[in-house]
């Protein structure tokens, strides 16, 4: 499993022999292995080439390009809750499920 770092920029700090767009796709194939490439909002799982990575903060909300703002998502999940604020757009598709919600909530918190 590839190590979980809080930016792509880790990676080049800890890695020096790889390039910037190496690190990055290191950095998004970590994010999802480390939630087994399962979607976070429907629980879906997808193979990790099918999955997309949401910004739990939308970018156009000020969310940034950070381990702790990424989570992965299917595509149809992704263009779904678009610049919604994750929670609200989750219950309201899905439902109230407390294992999802906090496992994004952890993974947010902790990061």
């Known amino acids: 499993m ?11 700090q800890n890695l020096i022999t790889m390039t910037s767009p190496d690190a990055k796709r290191l950095w ?3 994010i999802k ?12 799982n997808y193979e990790i080439h099918e999955l997309t990575l949401d910004h739990v ?15 992965p998502a299917c595509r149809a999940c992704n263009q779904g809750k ?12 899905y439902g109230r ?3 999802r919600e906090q496992l994004i909530l952890n993974h ?3 990061w």
């Open 2 to 12: 590839t190590p979980l770092l809080p930016s792509p920029q880790h990676y080049l």
């Open 28 to 30: 998004r194939r970590a």
């Open 33 to 44: 292995e480390h939630f087994n490439c399962t979607c976070v909002y429907c629980g879906n």
């Open 57 to 71: 903060k939308a970018k156009t909300n000020g969310g940034e390009d950070l381990t702790s703002n990424l989570v």
């Open 82 to 93: 678009g610049s919604s604020h994750w929670l609200g757009w989750m219950r309201q598709s």
């Open 97 to 99: 499920n407390h294992a």
């Open 108 to 110: 947010i918190i902790l």
